[in-house]
């Protein structure tokens, strides 16, 4: 019997996990703070940082002074334990040396939008729990509500200027410095007293935290495994390592958003140049597109539209790739890109999924297309990226219930919801079980936009469920509307949302804005939408309203929700 029990303690030891040699020698943990030491070490005196300072200083930072700056602030945290740092800058050198540096200590970075109402930065601070805020000089002042209830927190201010030391550097350089001291008296370890390596890729890496537009924003928990891989994929979906020479980033997008969808790292594993900008300024970037030889940059179709629209707009002499998101743009943009020769990379995603994860990816056979088909297919969401699995599209409905996973026919005409999994999917909301199980419903990620799947795989975005416009039980895509519309010479933008109808239910309202120089009214606009457009009767609008500029977010998405207020009659200085 003994002999029995040993033999079944031996087979018992064999299938348990063992505490002995669990090391797996032929892996090693995912972490995108890895980057920036890899390229200090293999390109020193490659130029990393290119941006012009709050005084007015062209400042250029190389591969091994921005891995230091890093470092020090790396340290700074690491001696007085802060693991929890918000960041509130515009895109500028220390918004990039603090996402490596924040990183590199162990801690976990809070980066939010600077456009926010002060409530709403108090709420994200304080529900993210955060221990120290970096913020850039400009901003001081948004935080007096948070402070008023946290007035002990500590504040580094960052002065956006070209010293590193002495009279006109600030807090933020002082932190630096006084971290590059402190490795320097605990044995100078250097990058290796880091965590360049983290010991757990699942662990959070950061908080990204959603709009809260319609309620209170939600922090998107980010790790270390699913920002590597996500800036992994758009180093080969942005084709950020496919040209001659280094590319030359330019920094459009906001850093805050989503983490710029992860390019901070993208760029820094190929050891391309960051071309920082505090604000986006249309002479200025045309300027750099110009002059400097810019290669890349990210913006979504809001901006690109104004800056095809500038009046320094001028077809480039060399190619510029540009990753193009945040809303479904239209093909006369990108037919107007094209002609700029600003190549759009047509690529879509949400906070939820580290920015983009799925790209419309450009077949050879559409060359012979005419240019109008060959520009709507290069306008669709496409498919999955290479390092997550196929984008789904599934049934939705009252008779469908929760967490059912079915997909829709490929037909290009069954609507669904667009779904995700894979690696670059958010690990969950942070402090809200709830809404992550929500979010999960049934082992996919739910994006919450409605899509059709077409027979070749790529999916195309119709709408948002809530802008689904139902008249007359006829379903109108506001951004199929707002495509149409924007064929209209005279147009700039245009924005659809339904109002009340006492006979269809709703109808269509659109919202535009004009071209520099043009004069047109929203009747012209309605009488050239039922006689001389391609606009179905039924989606005509029934008033087009004219306005200066359209209400949008940091990112360039229009705000529908403000403008759906503003049909209710709401005060339009009170709803923003």
């Known amino acids: 019997m003994a002999g029995a029990v040993s033999r079944l303690s031996q087979l018992a030891s064999q299938l348990l996990p063992s505490s002995h040699g669990t090391q797996k020698n032929h892996l090693h943990t995912l972490s995108p703070t890895f980057f920036l030491p890899r390229a200090a070490d293999i390109e020193p005196d490659a130029t990393a940082v290119v941006h012009v300072t709050a005084n007015n200083k062209t400042l250029r930072r190389t591969y091994q002074e921005l891995a230091d700056r890093a470092r020090g602030l790396a340290y700074y945290l690491k001696a007085h334990n802060y693991k929890r740092i918000g960041i509130l800058c515009p895109n500028t050198p220390a918004f990039l040396e603090s996402f490596f540096g924040i990183a590199a200590a162990g801690g976990v970075s809070v980066a939010i939008n600077y456009r926010l109402k002060q409530d709403d930065i108090a709420y994200i601070f304080d529900h993210a729990e955060v221990e120290v805020i970096i913020v850039d000089t400009e ?61 757990d890729e699942d662990a959070l890496f950061s908080l990204a935290y959603t709009s809260g537009t319609t309620a209170r924003p939600k922090g998107v928990e980010y790790t270390h495994r699913g920002v ?57 970037i045309w300027r750099m597109l110009k002059e400097e030889g810019i290669t890349h940059f990210s913006a979504a179709p809001t ?70 088909e060959r520009f709507a297919k290069m306008a669709r969401q496409g498919h999955g990226f290479i390092t997550s699995l196929p984008v789904r599209v599934i049934k939705t409905g009252d008779d469908i219930p929760e967490g059912t996973i079915i997909d829709v026919k490929k037909d290009g005409k069954e609507i669904g919801e667009i779904v995700f999994v894979g690696n670059i999917c958010a690990k969950g909301y942070y402090k809200n079980p709830e809404a992550t199980r929500k979010l999960f419903a049934g082992g996919v990620l739910h994006s919450g936009d409605l899509a059709v799947w077409h027979e070749d795989g790529a999916v195309q975005i119709l709408d948002r469920a809530k802008d689904i416009i139902i008249s007359g039980g006829e379903n109108i895509s506001s951004i199929a509307l707002e495509s149409m519309l924007a064929k209209h010479p005279d147009i700039l933008e245009a924005a659809v949302v339904a109002v009340s109808d006492s006979h269809w239910g709703e109808r269509p309202k659109a919202f535009v804005t004009i071209q520099p120089g043009r004069k047109i009214t929203g009747e012209d606009i309605i009488k050239w939408a039922k006689h001389a457009s391609d606009i179905s009767k039924f989606m005509v609008p029934r008033e087009v309203e004219i306005l200066d500029e359209l209400p949008k977010t940091s990112t360039g998405k229009t705000k529908k929700n403000v403008l759906r207020e503003w049909t209710k009659g709401a005060d339009r200085n009170l709803v923003k």
Request: negative net charge; proline residues 7%.
């Open 139 to 199: 901003f001081l002042g948004l935080l007096e509500k948070y402070r008023e209830s946290h007035p002990n927190i500590l504040i580094i201010e960052d002065t956006d200027t070209d010293a590193v030391e002495g009279q006109l550097c600030g807090p933020f350089d002082e932190a630096v410095l006084e971290g590059l001291k402190y490795d320097v008296h605990t044995g100078s370890k250097g990058w290796t007293g880091l965590e360049a390596q983290t010991p």
């Open 228 to 284: 590597y891989l996500a800036a992994l994929g758009n180093v080969v979906e942005a084709g950020l390592n496919s040209h001659k020479g280094r590319c030359k980033y330019l920094w459009i997008l906001p850093m805050f958003h989503a983490t710029g969808w992860t390019f901070p790292w993208s760029v820094t594993m190929v050891r391309g140049t960051h071309y920082c900008l505090r604000k986006v300024d249309y002479p200025i």
């Open 303 to 372: 901006v690109n539209t104004l800056l095809c629209n500038a009046k320094e707009a001028a077809k480039l002499e060399q190619p510029v790739r540009v990753a193009v998101a945040a809303s479904p743009p239209t093909a006369h943009l990108f037919q107007q890109m094209t002609e700029l020769n600003l190549h759009p990379v047509h690529v879509y995603g949400l906070t939820e999924t580290y920015g983009p994860i799925t790209k419309g990816y450009y077949m050879p056979s559409w060359d012979d297309l005419p240019a109008s």
